[in-house]
T-cell receptor, first 116, second 113 residues
Framework: GAVVSQHPSWVICKSGTSVKIECRSL??????MFWYRQFPKQSLMLMAT?????????EQGVEKDKFLINHASLTLSTLTVTSAHPEDSSFYIC????????????FGSGTQLSVL | QQQVKQSPQSLIVQKGGISIINCAYENTAFDYFPWYQQFPGKGPALLIA?????SEKKEGRFTISFNKSAKQFSLHIMDSQPGDSATYFC????????????FGQGTRLTINP
């Protein structure tokens, strides 16, 4: 099956610093990548949708200046949490879609962010 | 109209039993209904999915039952094993185009040995 690599798997940072999370589709070109946030024992909350070469589309209530998304190539998207605060601590998950059908949607393994 | 409601929130089943998780959707335009399995600290993995042109799909011990008129679908896990203990999410979307998956709230399944 298709592989989506997410890195790092966990990160601890100090409040006020920025953290970058990478999402790579290893064996296919991803037309669209999605970023989710998941709190303990809760469902996945879509943060933004990104298409290669264009600006990300953010969901309502998600601060685009806080969560910077770059989709520079068909195999790489990055999420940067800027000026992180303890309330940004969460599990972040990316997914990548091959083509235009959700039947070819694959998830990364997630990144646990802890902000001290 | 975009919601997918999932129940129960948690479920405990004895080893060898049948686990059943239910979902209901509102948007009749949805035509793709996947189930994902998520282990702690990991991303979701596709378990099985169904399109509305069939009422049931079976893959090994996992079966999706689909009721288009009721706008409901369910996951059945036969001969449940301790290794099946995980959180399960149903989801729905249109299959084509730049459509977002809408996730259910999740079910924490525990299989007791």
């Amino acid at each position: 099956g298709a592989v989506v690599s997410q890195h790092p798997s966990w990160v601890i940072c100090k409040s006020g610093t920025s953290v970058k999370i990478e999402c790579r589709s290893l064996d296919f070109q991803a037309t669209t990548m999605f970023w989710y946030r998941q709190f303990p024992k809760q469902s996945l909350m879509l943060m933004a949708t990104s298409n290669e070469g264009s600006k990300a589309t953010y969901e309502q209530g998600v601060e685009k200046d806080k969560f910077l998304i770059n989709h520079a190539s068909l195999t790489l998207s990055t999420l940067t949490v800027t000026s992180a605060h303890p309330e940004d601590s969460s599990f972040y998950i990316c997914s990548a879609r091959r083509g235009w059908t959700n039947e070819k949607l694959f998830f990364g393994s997630g990144t646990q962010l802890s902000v001290l | 109209q975009q919601q997918v409601k999932q129940s129960p929130q948690s479920l405990i089943v004895q080893k060898g039993g049948i686990s059943i998780i239910n979902c209901a959707y509102e948007n009749t335009a949805f035509d793709y209904f996947p189930w994902y399995q998520q282990f702690p600290g990991k991303g979701p993995a596709l378990l099985i999915a169904i399109r509305p042109d069939v009422s049931e799909k079976k893959e090994g011990r996992f079966t999706i039952s689909f009721n288009k008129s009721a706008k409901q679908f369910s996951l059945h896990i036969m001969d449940s094993q301790p290794g099946d203990s995980a959180t399960y999410f149903c989801a729905a979307s249109k299959s084509q185009g730049a459509q977002k998956l809408v996730f259910g709230q999740g079910t924490r399944l525990t299989i007791n040995p």
